[in-house]
């Protein structure tokens, strides 16, 4: 079956460090990939997402990941947090359904 | 232009009642999702349609039933809730095309089964 795995359950960082969150997945074929963000007490919003092209994709805050199909990754990375990302961050890929990883708890202390 | 709302936004209930959640969307999306988030198991897929008048089930689809008899429009329903069901209800919707592929959520309901 398809999967999605985060391998970061928590992470702790203190204001100004990078990050980099990792996800893969277990699909050989094509696939739409997206990075989820929920702020304490919020619902889910679109971070970034890729279908095709360029595997270095944008998003908004400040976000980037980067697609590498041939390890089945799609890791999140920002070059320096601030503490308002503290938040929970979903990894999710699309086979034809949406399949979310397990997400991880970001906190970013000031 | 709502996006995706959802009520009601919090609700506890005994053991064997029963109820419906409500999601709307406005924005004219053929598929519409419903998602349990429950900590450290992130988001579940519980029902979901692919269009005015049609249901399936998803990863998750047991005590629950579902309709969506307008297309803006996507009901679950708990004919008798249990503890086990405590949990955040997401729904969510999208286009239909493979360029719109994104999901769009709901704020939420937050449900205790006592």
């Known amino acids: 079956a398809q999967s999605v795995s985060q391998h970061n359950h928590h992470v702790i960082l203190s204001e100004a460090a990078s990050l980099e969150l990792g996800c893969n997945y277990s699909?050989?074929?094509?696939?739409?990939l997206f990075w989820y963000v929920q702020y304490p007490g919020q619902h889910l919003q679109l971070l970034l997402k890729?279908?095709?092209?360029?595997?270095l994709v944008k998003g908004i805050k400040g976000f980037e990941a980067e697609f590498i199909k041939s390890k089945f990754s799609f890791n999140l990375r920002k070059p320096s947090v601030q503490w308002s990302d503290t938040a929970e961050y979903f990894c999710a890929v699309s086979f034809q359904k949406l399949v979310f990883g397990t997400g991880t708890r970001l906190l970013v202390s000031p | 232009n709502a996006g995706v709302t959802q009520t009601p936004k919090f609700r506890v209930l005994k053991t064997g009642q029963s109820m419906t959640l409500l999601c709307a969307q406005d924005m004219n999306h053929e598929y519409m999702y419903w998602y349990r988030q429950d900590p450290g198991m992130g988001l579940r897929l519980i029902h979901y349609?692919?269009?005015?008048?049609?249901?399936a089930k998803g990863e998750v689809p047991d005590g629950y039933n579902v309709s969506r008899l307008k297309k803006q429009n996507f009901l679950l329903g708990l004919e008798s809730a249990a503890p086990s069901q405590t949990s955040v209800y997401f729904c969510a919707s999208r286009g239909s095309g493979a360029r719109t592929d994104t999901q769009y959520f709901g704020p939420g309901t937050r449900l205790t089964v006592l």
């Open positions: 699909y050989g074929g094509t696939v739409n």
């Open positions: 890729y279908f095709s092209g360029d595997p």
């Open positions: 349609s692919v269009g005015e008048g049609t249901t």
